[in-house]
């Protein structure tokens, strides 16, 4: 598997404009894109880091993933993005050497890019998920 960049680290946050704002206080740093993925339950915000990004993740409600991550861990670390080449065939690899996947099929993400999420179970307890940028 060809892994071509850290595509971004996530942040789940409470509140959203506050973390920006903190953000835009401590480092300097503002959002080159926000928007809401209803399916996933979401609303992010993407920041250019050098050759990475950082990805804040705000619930739309508490019955949602990010939202019950909340509610038993609090804010902090969500999931770090892997940039893959070929998504189909990252996954196909994955399943092969046994790790446990969330996603066994691509869906559509931030900036309609290609996402799938492996459990933290396969890794180090840290959720992974893989782009494939369209
Ligand atoms: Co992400």
């Known amino acids: 598997m060809l892994l071509l960049n850290i595509h971004h680290t996530a942040v789940a946050v409470r509140d959203l404009d506050a973390a920006l704002s903190d953000l835009a206080a401590q480092y300097g740093v503002g959002p080159q894109h926000r928007e809401v993925i209803a399916e996933q339950g979401v609303e992010e915000a993407m920041v250019a880091i050098g050759g990475s990004n950082l990805q804040l993740l705000m619930p739309l409600g508490d019955d949602t993933p990010v939202g019950r991550f909340l509610s038993s861990r609090g804010e902090g670390l969500h999931h770090i993005a892997f940039q893959v080449a070929d998504i189909e065939a990252a996954l196909a690899?994955?399943?092969?050497?046994g790790a446990?996947?969330?996603?066994?099929?691509?869906?559509?993400?931030?900036?309609?890019?290609r996402i799938a999420f492996v459990h933290p179970k396969a890794f180090g307890g840290t959720l992974i998920e893989l782009v494939e940028v369209s």
């Open 100 to 113: 446990q996947l969330v996603d066994r099929v691509p869906r559509r993400g931030g900036g309609g890019h």
């Open 93 to 97: 690899h994955l399943e092969e050497s």
